[in-house]
């Protein structure tokens, strides 16, 4: 297909997955090309030692220095080669280079978790002392580390309308370190105006972090949107086969850290005195940070053959993400249709309270992700729909009960009595988290096949008889894992 055929293309099925920028014939593959090539070529070139072209995995701890000037140049930062793991290593540093290209940014960290890159960033833009303005419809581990464990270290967190601009404005003062939304919240699924939210963090001088997990870079870089740090869980659709956990750092290197009250990022460096990263990383100082202060000392990197793992996954993420999001849609379209559905929820419907947001914001579809909640007569002991909902998770049986999202496989959750259980609530409404929600990532499987398992299982879950909601495995509700 030519380029100008593609476009057209795109333009009238609405599903394009990438930018129309031109190719760089020649240039670096992961840079310039559109996205789904980029995705494909993303592990990079071909070794140069040994000619293989999958990336190669470079299991150590450390690295050979060739001389002793060449070790105290490493140490002072003046020479960029690898010293120890902890810090950097050539196969975790194909994924980030690999992250980075998806999203147009200059550079990111890989760390060990998605909540470890959120502590990493954290550490170096806050102190005690300070504040975090965060929207409200956050996923609950998120929540759960503002409010009770950066609150350890003396940072403060205020919960604001996700949708309410001025409440943003109300809450920034000179003790805020920045301001923090999801793209699509975790499980409201509601999308924020990320243009004007931006323009009230900037005015005020403070960053704008995003959490871009839901949607990858396949369907949202937020730094087009005026987001000046996004993170993202890699354990989900970015590695897509849920074998492997892990998360990423990205500086979109929009923010003028030089211009505002960040020493960790620009100025004499506490850890380096010499070095100011502002000056040593100009076009990303903020992940120069985020590697020589939080991730040298936290150790929370990630582990080379996790990122070996998750740059295969990268090759397929537009094909996955396009199939996800059309398998979501028809699986939205039916739910809304049943009638033992008492209400549904997905940015693509016209009914999402947010779905002009989601319109803007995303390209290429709307995600992999629903929640709804089934009408629940028979739950005398809860609030309407509660055991409904838990019933239906025990009866899926194509589908997986388990407390995660973005496998290629279904996956579904209760989340008021499992992955939300530990927030009061009113902090569960807050968050969107209705007794009776169900989450449902939706998986690449034939829809055919979906729709009969959760046909049958809200027929199981929704019977007079609750003992035909016999549980599929093994597996009840595993409490207590916030994932
Ligand atoms: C939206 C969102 N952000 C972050 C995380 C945390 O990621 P991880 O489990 O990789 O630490 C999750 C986990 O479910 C999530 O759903």
Redesign the pocket.
């Given at each position: 297909m030519t380029e100008d055929a593609a476009d057209a293309d795109a333009d009238a099925t609405g599903t394009a997955g990438g930018d129309a920028r031109e190719p760089t014939p020649g240039g670096d593959p992961r840079r310039g090309t559109r996205f789904g090539t980029r995705a494909v070529h993303a592990d990079g070139a071909a070794d140069p030692t040994t000619g293989a072209r999958a990336p190669p995995l470079h299991q150590t701890t450390s690295y050979e220095f060739p001389d002793a000037d060449v070790a105290a140049d490493r140490y002072a930062l003046a020479d960029r080669g690898h010293i120890y793991s902890r810090i950097s290593n050539p196969t975790v540093e194909r994924l980030e280079d690999a992250i980075a290209a998806l999203h147009d940014a200059p550079a990111a960290v890989a760390t060990?978790?998605?909540?470890?890159?959120?502590d990493a960033l954290t550490l170096v833009l806050a102190e005690a002392g300070d504040t975090i303005v965060c929207s409200n419809d956050?996923?609950?581990?998120?929540t759960t580390y503002f409010a009770s464990t950066a609150s350890r270290r003396g940072i403060d967190v205020e919960f604001v309308d996700t949708l309410d601009v001025d409440a943003y404005r109300d809450a920034i003062d000179d003790d805020t370190a920045f301001v923090h939304v999801?793209t699509?919240?975790?499980p409201s699924l509601v999308t924020p105006d990320f243009d004007a939210i931006a323009d009230v963090a900037h005015e005020h001088g403070v960053p704008l972090i995003a959490?871009n997990?839901?949607a990858t870079p396949a369907l949202c870089k937020p730094g087009e949107h005026g987001v000046d740090v996004v993170?993202?869980?890699?354990?989900?659709w970015l590695h897509g086969s849920g074998t492997t956990?892990?998360?990423v750092v990205v500086d979109t290197g929009t923010f003028d850290w030089a211009a505002h009250d960040y020493p960790e990022v620009a100025g004499p460096n506490p850890a380096y005195p010499d070095t100011d990263f502002s000056e040593y990383a100009p076009d990303a100082p903020l992940a120069a940070a985020v590697r020589y202060r939080s991730v040298r000392s936290l150790g929370d990197q990630q582990s080379p053959f996790d990122a070996w793992q998750t740059l295969q996954g990268l090759q397929t993420l537009e094909l996955r993400m396009d199939k996800h999001c059309e398998n979501a849609r028809i699986v939205a379209e039916y739910l809304q249709g049943h009638d033992d559905v008492a209400w549904v929820t997905h940015p693509g419907l016209d009914s999402h309270p947010t779905h002009d947001n989601a319109s803007e914001y995303l390209d290429g579809g709307y995600g992999g992700m629903i929640a709804f909640g089934l009408s629940g007569s028979d739950d005398a002991d809860g609030p309407e729909g509660y055991a409904a909902g838990k019933r239906f998770c025990e009866a899926v049986d194509l589908a997986s009960f388990l407390?995660?999202?973005?496998d290629a496989k279904t996956l579904v959750i209760h989340p008021a009595s499992t992955?939300h259980a530990q927030l009061s609530p009113d902090e569960q409404a807050d968050a969107g988290v209705t007794p009776d929600l169900v989450r449902l990532s939706v998986g690449i499987e034939d829809p055919v096949d979906l729709l009969a398992d959760l046909d049958a299982a809200i027929a199981a879950a929704t019977s007079d008889d609750v003992t035909a909601a016999t549980p599929a495995t093994d597996g009840g509700a595993r409490g207590g894992d916030?994932?």
């Open positions: 060990a978790s998605g909540m470890a890159a959120l956050t996923y609950g581990g998120t999801e699509v919240g975790n959490d997990t839901f993170w993202e869980s890699t354990t989900k956990v892990g998360g407390a995660n999202i973005g992955t916030d994932a």
